[in-house]
């Protein structure tokens, strides 16, 4: 088991966060959409961040798939590594955040508490939940890699939304019916609550 290191400190910048947001032109936060597999996080999170893009504003997408490439090579779909992929997407996106960039993340991160921890790393305003709800017969006619047939099937444990549980949010910032809405109206949705939040100009 590895141990928490305790020889290090913070090293403050001389730029921060609201130099950099004043730089940009434009606030920094984070987006989070969560929601099941196939109820079109990823195609909603590019599409939001395309049109902010267009505005001007500097974005960066972090998508589930991309993630497992990389940052979270060395993970399973435990539990456990679930909740350290989520940990660690939120670190990455507190950084992002801290670094004037409005940054969008699509990942399932099924548990609640998972949710709420990474909603503890930023000031009140910062962290936009966005709900993404689709039917599962929708999810599975957007499911190329036939995962929820497999899951079905037994040859796929712990998929959420089958045999592991997915804990809608409660009361999240934004919640988009991603099953039944078209895509542009989604993304004006998202788009109109930031302008109210006063997080990007109408």
Not at 2 to 12: G, L, S
Not at 50 to 62: A, D, S
Not at 79 to 104: F, H, P, Q, S, V
Not at 141 to 156: C, T
């Amino acid at each position: 088991m590895n141990q928490k290191i305790t020889n290090v400190v913070w090293e403050h910048s001389l730029i921060n966060r609201q130099h950099r947001e004043k730089l940009n032109g434009h606030k920094s936060f984070v987006l989070w959409f969560t929601g099941l597999s196939g109820s079109g996080k990823s195609t909603l999170a590019h599409s939001v961040e395309k049109k902010l893009y267009e505005r001007g504003c500097r974005t960066f997408v972090l998508d589930g798939d991309n993630v497992r490439h990389g940052l979270s090579s060395n993970l399973s779909f435990s539990e456990d590594d679930r909740k350290e992929n989520i940990r660690r997407i939120g670190e990455a996106a507190k950084l992002m955040t801290e670094a004037g960039i409005i940054t969008l993340t699509a990942f399932i991160s099924p548990f609640r508490a998972d949710r709420e921890m990474v909603r503890a790393l930023f000031p009140s305003g910062k962290f936009i939940e966005v709900y993404c709800s689709a039917s599962l017969k929708v999810r599975e006619g957007r499911d190329p890699k036939g995962l929820y047939k497999k899951a079905r099937a037994g040859e796929i444990k712990n998929y959420t939304g089958i045999d592991s549980p997915y804990e809608m949010p409660i009361n999240p910032e934004v919640s988009v019916a991603t099953g039944t809405d078209e895509l542009d109206l989604c993304v004006e949705q998202v788009l109109n609550n930031l302008a109210y939040a006063g997080l990007i100009s109408s």
